[in-house]
């Protein structure tokens, strides 16, 4: 433990440095995600190609996570470039269905006294649904981000930025006591990222839940 | 109908045909029907015969296969819907009301939307609460859930009256409130359109309900056929084929009577009354004197109590109507208090006189050509009857 400790003080520069590149490549992900997610879910939740959306954003979950980034490297070289791709595309589906999810939900005759008061398509989107959707969209990002959080640690593989380079130093260095400090940085530095997403996004969700909406 | 009634139809339905996608009968086939200003026109029929289409056609929240829909005049089939609707009333059975905004930003919506300033908008909210019974004060700044569905629902007919359109369209309204609450709502609805005069178009399935908010009605037939489209005199006295007559159902004889205020009814004035303040000796000679079971003790011309001339027991309750109940409510008061004679006051609760039994059978039973007791002119006339 001691010698952890010590260890730590002595490397704590870069474990901060790789604890914030760790956050901003999840909230790049977790951005591009959102981007194209909502737009998308908008266009298609009442259409029956939903379906089919939904189908495509599943099908990148099943790529086993190292397979998805090796993939990406062809086209798009090694780096930040490919993570941030790799870790939109396991967003998708969570913030995605959500949104698709949400926007269902909404009462039909709220929608619809919207438009027989006069309000547009977007000012119907943007003024009533969108705020109705949106405790359940925030769950679905506040999914979204627990699970890139422990997947952002395979960019170290492809030459990313983030705490897997921690992990992985560990790893190359296996036999030495500093492999297990290593390592153990890594992973204590996603668990505490976690805890912060998640109180975030419940003070998030808090905040955008309207007092109108609140189930008692 | 009324003098103050021009006869100029606010909506016009020229040849209107809706047919869904996928369908092969249409919901509505070539309607053609005028709605004259200032006037509420219901339509009514059994579920499914295209009442609701053709409301929404009216506000384009459906578009027509064919046809064309006049409004004031101007041929608004294909202007932009969205301006369209921002001058037409707009409220729905389950209401619609936006959860996320308070019952003040929900009426605030269309104000908004056409760009009144804060001060006019906030002047408004708190009319229009004023109008339908709710204290702005207490109200405004609640949301949707914290409300009861008849409040639910007054807050919804504001919201839909919010920048004054000239025309109203509600569809059901009432249909989920229970009948008490259907009931004040109705006539609180008669009360305000006596002030404002809207073009109104109202659906419901319940010919009660036409028949009472209706100026006219159009009976709605299977594959969005009208049938028939008059008064509710004419349609409950001289309905136009068996479908209406089923439709009407077997009470059209009692429903008739719900079409004649009390206030225009003739009233017997030989019931033997007393001043209150009439002292023992004085009681005992009217009691004797007259041939009735009760005598009406009036203070002030106030009715206020019944005098057993046989020693009491078997008092009729007291429950006076006043001028804006109908024979109907009449005949009810009658029905459940077990008697046969209501007392009749006017608008200041004064004493007018009677109203047996027997006169209200024989009001049934008029002769359709000698004519059913003239019927008030709800635009001008038609009040709100206050609970007994
Ligand atoms: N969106 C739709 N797509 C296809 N058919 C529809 C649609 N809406 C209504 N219909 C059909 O059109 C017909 C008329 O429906 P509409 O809702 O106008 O009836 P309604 O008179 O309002 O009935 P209710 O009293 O039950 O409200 C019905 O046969 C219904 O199945
Ligand atoms: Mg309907």
């Keep these: ?216 | 109908m009324s003098d103050q009634t021009t006869d100029r139809p606010m909506i016009r339905l020229v040849e209107l045909t809706k047919t869904y996608p996928g369908r092969t009968a249409p919901a509505v086939d070539a309607l053609s029907l005028d709605v004259p200003e200032g006037e509420i026109v219901v339509f009514v029929g059994p579920s499914g015969c295209g009442k609701t289409t053709t409301m929404k056609l009216i506000n384009r929240l459906i578009e027509p296969t064919s046809g064309r829909i006049l409004l004031d005049g101007e041929d608004v089939t294909h202007v932009d819907p969205d301006r369209l609707r921002r001058g037409i009333g707009y409220a729905i059975q389950q209401t619609g009301l936006f959860p996320h905004r308070t019952v003040a930003e929900n009426i605030a919506t269309v104000p908004k939307l056409l760009g009144w300033d804060r001060t006019r908008v906030a002047e408004r909210v708190d009319a229009l609460l004023h109008m339908v019974g709710l204290a702005p004060e207490e109200y405004r700044d609640l949301h949707p859930r914290q409300l009861s569905g008849g409040q639910q629902q007054r807050v919804g007919v504001a919201r839909a009256l919010a920048a004054d359109p000239p025309v109203l369209l509600m569809d059901e309204p009432f249909g989920a409130i229970d009948p008490l609450t259907r009931e004040t709502l109705q006539n609180e609805l008669l009360r305000i359109q006596r002030e404002i005069r809207k073009t109104i178009v109202f659906v419901t399935h319940d010919i009660d309900e036409a028949v009472k908010m209706g100026d006219r009605i159009a009976i709605f037939a299977e594959g969005g056929r009208v049938v028939q489209y008059d008064t509710p005199e004419r349609i409950l006295s001289e309905p136009a084929d068996d479908f209406v007559s089923d439709f009407i159902g077997a009470g059209a004889s009692v429903r008739r009577l719900s079409l004649t205020r009390i206030g225009d009814a003739t009233v017997a004035e030989d019931w033997p009354t007393l001043p209150f303040s009439a002292d023992a000796s004085e009681r005992a000679a009217a009691v004797a004197a007259g041939d009735h079971d009760f005598l009406l003790l009036l203070d002030d011309g106030l009715p206020v109590e019944w005098l057993p001339s046989s020693g009491g027991g078997g008092l009729p309750v007291l429950a006076p109507v006043g001028p804006d109940h109908t024979l109907y409510d009449a005949l009810d008061t009658m029905l459940s208090n077990n008697s046969d004679v209501v007392v009749v006051t006017d608008a200041q609760g004064r004493y007018r006189g009677t109203l047996d039994l027997p006169t209200i059978q024989d009001l049934i039973h008029v002769d359709d050509a000698a004519g059913v007791p003239t019927r008030v002119s709800r635009s001008t006339s038609r009040r709100s009857g206050e609970p007994r």
């Excluded at chain 1, 943007?126 to 422990?150: D, F, K, N, S």
């Design chain 1, 1 to 216: 433990m001691t010698g952890f400790l010590d260890y730590t003080s002595g490397n704590v520069d870069a474990l901060l440095q790789a604890t914030l590149e760790h956050t901003v490549l999840v909230l790049q992900g977790l951005g591009l995600a959102v981007l194209i997610g909502l737009p998308l879910a908008a266009l298609t939740y009442r259409a029956r190609s939903r379906t089919a959306v939904l189908a495509v954003a599943g099908v990148f979950l099943t790529i086993p996570s190292y397979a998805l980034f090796g993939l990406l490297i062809t086209p798009l070289g090694l780096g930040t470039a490919p993570s941030v791709v790799a870790l939109t595309l396991y967003a998708f589906l969570p913030v995605l269905r959500n949104a698709i999810v949400g926007l269902r939900e909404i009462d039909p005759a709220v929608v619809e006294s919207a438009r027989g008061m006069g309000l547009s398509r977007l000012q119907v989107l943007l003024r009533v649904e969108l705020p109705l959707a949106l405790p359940v969209i925030i769950t679905g990002l506040r999914v979204a981000a627990q699970m890139l959080l422990g997947i952002a640690a395979i960019a170290a593989a492809v030459n990313g930025p983030g705490l897997g380079n921690l992990i992985l130093q560990g790893l190359s260095s296996a036999g030495t006591p500093f492999a297990v400090y290593l390592t153990l940085q890594g992973v204590l530095g996603i668990i505490v990222l976690a805890i912060l997403f998640d109180l975030l996004f419940a003070a998030l969700n808090r905040l955008t839940t309207s007092r109108g909406m609140i189930h008692v």
